[in-house]
């Protein structure tokens, strides 16, 4: 069993940056793929970045790419988002995820927990 808690959201202007902290309070994420996760208004649950269980494997969507990184401290259990150069379409609730396994994902009808959500907004 994992707890993942989010934080680090905010309101920011476009063209700055924010990071994201999912930080586990329960378990590890020592066998776990971790993912972000963001959802807009009246939109669909969009896949963001993932990073495998070792932290040797990341993927971005494409609208993130160059812009994002995602990383890991296993020492801390946690994980984060380093968002620069943010552009209003990235304004949404961002969560974090974990599936159980040592591959990434980036569906979220497959992952094993989820956080509670972190509001990031960004103004133009």
């Known amino acids: 069993q994992v707890q993942l808690v989010e934080s680090g959201g905010g309101l920011v202007q476009a063209g700055g940056s924010l990071r994201l902290s999912c930080a586990a309070s329960?378990?590890?994420?020592?066998?776990?793929?971790v993912g972000w996760f963001r959802q807009a208004p009246g939109k669909e649950r969009d896949f963001v970045a993932a990073i495998n269980w070792s932290g040797g494997n990341v993927y971005y969507a494409d609208s993130v790419r160059g812009r994002f990184t995602i990383s890991k401290n296993s020492a801390k259990n946690t994980v984060y988002l380093q968002m620069n150069n943010v552009e209003p379409e990235d304004t949404a609730v961002y969560y974090c995820?974990?599936?159980?396994?040592?591959?990434?994902?980036?569906?979220?009808?497959?992952?094993?927990?989820w956080g509670q959500g972190t509001q990031v907004t960004v103004s133009s």
């Open positions: 329960e378990g590890t994420f020592s066998n776990y793929g």
């Open positions: 995820a974990a599936r159980r396994g040592r591959s990434l994902s980036t569906s979220a009808t497959v992952q094993d927990f």
